[in-house]
């Protein structure tokens, strides 16, 4: 079993409708949960992060984690088309050599008009 | 600007050739790295440094070599022993000690083996 699970998609939504980006992980001793947005032929660049379970919003982005059943979950509200991209989720621990992030594979979502 | 500058963008190579991707940064950030990025296949973890003059074999560090001489630089040779380097690379850095650290990434490098 991979540490971090991502369905690679892709995810074809029509603009404007509600996205939910999912992933699973196995190391509990994961503390950050960092979300990253990929364009095409670009590197990554962090979307959000939250520190341990709860929730987080920015603007139309939502991130929440539940420790509980390692689940990572990233909302898109009235998905726009420009929101089409890769998406992978990184969690890391909180010190020592699990400060690595270990990404998800990364889901590819399309936001088409 | 802060920034990861990563050099060439595009990249052919002839089979048996080593080639240098250069990357450098002027965040002051002490953890650099390097992964690699194959379709659908996510980030992997070449080799990562987090002080000068030292570096860490990452999951797929076979066929690769870096250096760190400088704290803004860490380099990467594709070496003519790695047997499939046509893919997407990325060079990543970050701050260290408490906090979140989040990686922030250069826009990459596109090698193709001919």
């Known amino acids: 079993q991979k540490e971090v699970e991502q369905d690679p998609g892709p995810l074809s939504v029509p603009e404007g409708a509600i996205v939910s980006l999912n992933c699973t992980y196995s190391n509990s001793a994961f503390q950050y949960f960092m979300w990253y947005r990929q364009y095409s032929r670009k590197g990554p660049e962090l979307l959000m992060y939250t520190y341990s379970s709860g929730n987080k919003e920015d603007g139309r982005f939502t991130a929440q984690v539940d420790k509980s059943s390692k689940y990572i979950s990233l909302f898109i509200r009235d998905s726009q088309p420009s929101d089409s991209a890769t998406y992978l989720c990184a969690p890391r621990g909180a010190s020592g050599g699990s400060y690595i992030p270990t990404f998800g594979r990364g889901t590819s979502l399309i936001v088409h008009p | 600007d802060g920034g990861i500058t990563q050099s060439p963008k595009y990249l052919f190579r002839k089979e048996g050739q080593n080639v240098t991707l250069s990357c450098e940064q002027n965040?002051?950030?002490?953890?650099m790295y390097w992964y690699r990025q194959d379709p659908g296949q996510g980030l992997r973890l070449i080799y990562y440094?987090?002080?000068?003059?030292?570096?860490q074999k990452g999951d797929i560090a076979e066929g690769y070599s870096v250096s760190r001489e400088k704290k803004e630089s860490f380099p990467l040779t594709v070496t003519s022993a790695q047997k499939n380097p046509t893919a997407f690379y990325l060079c990543a850095s970050s701050s260290q000690g408490f906090g979140a650290n989040v990686l922030t990434f250069g826009a990459g490098s596109r090698l193709t083996v001919l």
């Open positions: 965040l002051n950030h002490d953890a």
């Open positions: 440094s987090q002080i000068v003059n030292d570096f």
